[in-house]
């Protein structure tokens, strides 16, 4: 049980970046949950580590802040949690500092009497990552303090570089301080319940599985479509654009998870790869099928956002046409879209089947079975299908069975895929973590993409916030799909 492993796991988080954005948003609240929830160790601390000076009850009080402003009261359980926490202020540069880190870390093992875990969280922009990585081996704390327990792991958050090439450098580097079991690269959307659960609904079930490839499916379309806009990540959004921020990830992985095939075991070792198998078979496109079939837009205003150069071609909406070089889906169109400030908030997965032949169907232009996995507006699975309707006449219509997955409210986004992040990572569960076969296989796919936008291939459009406007003009993309082109 996993609860029992964890438990018997002294664990030592350390965070480095502790009084940025990340803590606040997504890190302090899902330890706070997994603490109430008693999925953490007996005994674990988190030790922060930043260039601000603080001591422990300054950084407590801190994370009290954090909680309460994401709802929590100031009860028993929540003064007990803060007692976990502890601070060390230091440049990430100076290599003195990484030597007293371990100095304190093994000042709390000794305390302990045990010779605990560590796992290392870089919470830094990713300019800091080399260095941070480098001090940390030549200081010792990459290496476990005894020959029989005491792990040490690293999380590294997205973006695993900004291309194929830089993320070799990366993985490279991280390649020689860790080995890949050690370490854990964070793609957020792989925790989400709803897309975790593609895989039961695929792979628990007998239902469609037997028609969930080429012969029966006519295209995957995949969507993030986001109301908000770049708001203040400008400096780290220009210059990288939607399509490295979630089509290098969270699309691609959303593609991997409907179109894998049966991992057989459902260990992390033969999930992993088979998302891998699917990522690696992106068929390259062509400059001329890029040219005539991907589209990007930014939207009116962007240029005025804190950070963003003046002369900005940097994409925040696309439009993809790719496929897959799979026995399973071979020439399936894939359509992969997302976007920032658009009319509504959608995220989701749409397949659809082929028309039965000969079909009892209404003549003419009609839809086809869908099934949706629907991350946002709401978490839920609908299937689309055809029904007579009640009456004397053969009449049909279009009806829908649809499961709720949960009710609004039951969910707080990030800290749920946090928590789940986490507590993995402490019992070594590397399922929901990319492998660097994934992010090499991914980065080349968009790579070839990026390249051709870049040269100017395919000219940046404009669009106006909050409108369908980029949707629709690039709805060309859909219409040579449509079966009656392929
Ligand atoms: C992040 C991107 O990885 O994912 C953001 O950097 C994006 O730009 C976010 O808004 C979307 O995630 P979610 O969970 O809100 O759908």
């Known amino acids: ?50 260039r601000s000076i603080l001591s422990d009850d300054d950084f407590r009080k801190r994370v009290g802040e954090i909680l309460k402003s994401h709802g929590s009261k100031e009860d028993e359980v929540f003064r007990s949690f803060l007692e976990v926490f502890l601070f060390k202020s230091g440049q990430f540069d100076n290599e003195e500092n990484y030597k007293n880190i ?178 690696e078979k992106l068929k390259m496109p062509s400059v001329e099928e890029i040219k005539n079939y991907s589209y990007r837009a930014q939207y009116e205003g962007y240029k005025n956002i804190k950070g963003v150069k003046l002369k900005s071609e940097t994409e925040t909406y696309f439009k993809i046409l790719a496929y897959l070089d799979t026995p399973r889906f071979k020439d399936v169109p894939v359509v992969l879209e997302s976007g920032k400030r658009m009319r509504e908030q959608v995220k989701e997965i749409v397949i659809t089947f082929k028309h039965q032949t000969p079909c009892l169907c209404p003549p003419g232009i009609h839809y086809k079975n869908k099934i949706i996995f629907s991350v946002e507006p709401q978490e839920r699975i609908s299937i689309r299908f055809w029904s007579k309707k009640p009456g004397l006449d053969m009449e049909m219509e279009e009806r829908e069975l649809d499961f709720l997955y949960r009710r609004d409210g039951e969910r707080t986004q990030y800290v749920e895929e946090y928590e789940k992040l986490l507590l993995d990572c402490i019992l070594g569960d590397q399922t929901l973590f990319v492998s660097t076969d994934e992010v090499q296989a991914m980065w080349k796919f968009t790579d070839a993409i990026l390249d051709v936008w870049y040269n100017d291939i395919v000219p940046l459009k404009f669009y106006n916030p909050d409108t369908d406007e980029a949707r629709e003009s690039s709805g060309y993309i859909e219409e040579y799909i449509s079966s009656d082109n392929l």
Not at 25 to 43: D, E, M, Q, T
Not at 223 to 236: A, P, Q, W, Y
């Open 102 to 279: 371990a100095k304190y870390l093994l000042d709390i093992d000794v305390s302990w009497g045990v010779c605990s875990n560590k796992l290392f969280y870089l919470s830094v922009p990713p300019v800091h990552y080399e260095m941070i990585l480098k001090n940390l081996s030549s200081s010792g704390l990459t290496l476990p303090c005894s020959q029989q327990g005491g792990w040490t792991r690293i999380l590294v958050e997205k973006p695993f570089g900004k291309d194929a090439k830089t993320a070799i450098v990366l993985d490279n580097l991280l390649g020689t301080l860790f080995r890949e079991e050690q370490i854990y690269r964070i793609d957020h959307y792989l925790a989400k319940e709803m897309l975790q659960n593609i895989l039961t609904f695929r792979f628990s079930n007998n239902l469609f599985e037997d028609s969930w490839h080429k012969d029966f499916i006519e295209k995957i379309e995949i969507r993030l479509l986001e109301k908000i806009g770049v708001e203040e990540r400008g400096e780290f959004y220009d210059g990288i654009g939607a399509l490295r921020d979630v089509g290098q990830n969270h699309l691609l992985q959303m593609l991997a998870l409907v179109a894998m095939d049966n991992p057989s075991s459902f260990d992390a070792v033969s999930i992993r790869s088979k998302r891998f198998d699917v990522l």
């Open 1 to 50: 049980m996993k609860i029992d492993e964890s438990k018997n796991m002294p664990t030592v988080f350390v965070i480095f970046g502790a009084t940025g954005d990340l803590m606040k948003k997504k890190i302090a609240p899902a330890l706070f949950n997994l603490y109430k929830k008693g999925r953490l160790p007996k005994l674990f601390k988190v030790v922060g580590v930043s």
